[in-house]
Structures are given as C-alpha cells and as structure tokens.
C-alpha cells in the first residue's frame, strides 16, 4: 500500500506560487490546491496542472484540513494569512522573506507554541545539496575560524521575470526591491553558513529596470560579529552567476551557484577540491526544497530555516533599508 499523501494548499498562484505548487506536485509525495482570489488566475493555473481544488476565498479554503498552508502571497501579507491560517490549525510553510515588517511576528509564534505547529520558511537556497555539504564541511572544523566573506551576484531579471513591473517587486512596501526580494537570498544563506549579522551599511540605487523605481543595485558592508563581509548584487546583468565566498584560517572555500558547486583551496596556488550536485533546471533545487519542507511535516528533520531564523532575516533587511536612508552603519535587531 502506498503512503498516503500530504494535502497542500498554496495561498497565491503568481509566479513562485506556481513554481511551488509545480514542485511540490514533482514529489510524488504530495497533492496540491490552490488558492487564489483572483479567479481567472486561480483558474489558468489549475487546469495548467490539473488541480481540481481551486479556492477563491481563504476562508473557504481554511475550512478543509491541510498538511499545511504555504504562503506565496507578496511579503507584506504574509503574516496576516499565517496567523488565520495557524487559528486553523495548520503547519506553515512561508515564502521568503518572512515580512516586511516585524509586526504580529511575535503573536504569530505565541499561537504555534499554543497549537503545537510546526512552520519553516522557504529560503530555498539553504536545502540545496551543494549548500547543505559546505554547511556541514565548515560546521565540522576542518578548515578553521571564518575570517571574511565575499560574494557578488547577478542576473538579468528582465529576462527571467518579464512581469516584474507588474507585480509586487515594484514596491518596497509589499517585499519589492533587490534588497527584499534578491539579495536576502544570499545574506540569509551566509548567516546559515557563518552566523548572524550583526550591524550593516549599505549604498543601494535603481540604475537599470525599466519602469520601477525600486533599488537594482545593492552593496554591503557587514558584520558577522567580529566576521567581515562584503556581498555586491545587481539585477541587470547578462550572466547570471552567485559566488560566495569564505576566507578560513585553513582554507579558502567558495560556494558558486551557476555550477552548482562548492570549492575548497587549502594551500597558496593549490589545486581546487570540488563537491558538486547540477539539477538539470531551476525545479530541481525547488523539489529538493519540497522534499525537505515534507520530511519537517513528517517530523524527520527540522526547518532548515525556521521562523527564528527567518526574522532574523528579516531585521538584516529592514536594517538595510535603514542604511540606504541614512547612509551609516545600522545595528541588526
């Protein structure tokens, strides 16, 4: 007899909504609805993937029992949905990032606790398997003390998102901008990998996207406590490329997205070591962190990035947009 399947309803069918319910869909392991008060939207979607639970009001949707609720709304409603949702009685699943805002945040935790539920955030980056392998490497000592970290990072998002201007990434109130939607990937991911930051400063301008006003272009400075880093993004860029990378006592490591791999060097002009796992496209980095949100459900694993965590996240972003307004160094938290 085959185990039965996790019931999943997506809250929002825009694009990474329906990359989610895609994704969740190519394990195997789960059946999906979705939800949607735009109805056309709701409609297009589920018959593009045969989904005969459509839902056009949450309250309706909440109404039936779920695995869990995934939240791919814009930012700025994420909490608002995960606490009715939770009321319910509902595990979590949040898309990145958390909020724009630490409202409510503390009261959504309260009512988890009460309920015994469990939620974890889809910073998706951390349950790649090249990424879950530095983490472990740098975790068990063998090349040393982090001293620095830098990374650049870019892509044309034109290209790969051509709604954009019509969506949530034009405002920085509803989780727009490269520092919300684009750069948190990596700085959530770098805290993962060598702890939280601790205070920032950050020059940040639109130089590029047509037709938002919103920042393109990000550098910061940071710390990881007494770690210094740096990390450079912008979102008009031809090559579409991440590296990171991590200056230890005893080696040099360096995490690059495009090869889906990371890399160590242990001694002056040493030969590269790599370790490597290449999906064939984007929706295998995507089932893998499907397939990781399913193993907490089933209680095997906890979040790779929990709620804690994600906040933390989130204070790292709104300290940015602090610094971009002032224009000096600003504390975390």
């Not at 930012?75 to 724009?100: C, F, R, V, Y």
Request: charged residues 25%; negative net charge; contains cysteine.
């Amino acid at each position: 007899m085959s185990e039965q399947k996790h019931r999943i309803l997506v809250v929002g069918s825009g694009s990474i909504g329906e990359r989610h319910l895609r994704c969740y869909l190519g394990t195997g392991r789960a059946d999906v609805a979705v939800c949607e008060m735009d109805e056309e939207k709701c409609t297009t979607v589920a018959d593009r993937y045969n989904i005969t639970e459509r839902y056009f009001d949450i309250n309706e949707a909440l109404a039936e029992s779920w695995s869990a609720v995934l939240i791919a709304t814009p930012a700025h409603t994420h909490i608002p949905i995960a606490m009715q949702a939770a009321e319910a009685g509902n595990d979590l699943i949040i898309e990145k990032p958390l909020s724009t805002a630490v409202d409510g945040i503390k009261q959504l935790q309260e009512v988890l606790a009460e309920k015994n539920l469990k939620a974890a955030v889809s910073y998706q980056l951390r349950s790649h398997p090249v990424v879950r392998n530095l983490k472990e490497a740098l975790d068990s000592g063998r090349f040393g003390k982090p001293l620095q970290v830098y990374a650049v990072s870019g892509q044309n998002f034109a290209f790969f998102r051509p709604a954009y201007p019509d969506t949530y990434f034009a405002d920085r109130r509803t989780g727009g901008g490269a520092i919300q939607d684009a750069i948190t990937h990596m700085l959530n991911m770098s805290e993962w990998l060598v702890g939280p930051i601790s205070r920032l400063c950050v020059d940040a301008e639109h130089r590029r996207l047509d037709r938002v006003s919103v920042e393109d272009t990000v550098h910061v400075l940071a710390r990881h406590g007494e770690l210094m880093a740096s990390y450079a993004m912008n979102m008009y860029q031809f090559p579409n490329e991440t590296h990171l990378t991590i200056v230890c006592e005893n080696a040099t490591v360096r995490y690059e997205g495009l090869q889906q791999r990371w890399r160590y060097m242990t001694g002056p002009n040493g030969e590269w070591h790599d370790w490597e796992q290449c999906f064939e496209d984007r929706d295998g980095s995507y089932i893998a962190n499907a397939n990781v949100m399913l193993d907490v459900l089933e209680g095997k694993c906890e979040p790779l990035c929990s709620l804690d965590d994600a906040l933390q996240t989130l204070r790292v972003n709104l300290a940015a947009l602090r610094s971009t307004e002032s224009r000096e160094w600003e504390q975390v938290g």
